[in-house]
């Protein structure tokens, strides 16, 4: 199976909730394609959502060695380092997301949530409310 159907297969696990699986998926696509950053950020969040977070901090670092314009790649990275207690370190990789990446809702959301003077900075005002699709209402901090 091709790496990009190994990619599907653990997000559909992932969604499902299945992280063993989905983490089997990431490493197999892996295998087949060892610098596919996207999957390695994938792995990364799956990893986190294992409470696995230094080995989620390992692979979020690949991640954005891999391709550092990586958005979702910084994005993870921030809230595996809020996680262990790092606010600045979380606020500098989401400012990292949104410049990487124009239009990202929700780390323009957690930005501003985490650092108003930051979310300034950016010049751009993130969403609020429930029909932005994003914050304590969904289950997952980054939407494709």
Known sequence: MAAEARLKLGETYDRDGKLDHAIESYRAA???RPSYAEVVAELCYALFRKKQIEKSLIECRRAIKLKPELARGHY???FVLYKKGDAPGAIAALEAAT???KD???AYYWLARSSPSAARRTRRS????????????TTRPCSR
């Not at 609020?128 to 994003?134: C, E, K």
């Open 104 to 106: 990202f809702p929700e």
């Open 30 to 32: 892996l295998d087949a």
């Open 99 to 101: 410049a990487a990446r």
């Open 126 to 137: 993130p969403p609020t409310g429930r029909r932005s699709g994003i914050g304590p209402t």
């Open 76 to 78: 993870y990275l921030a």
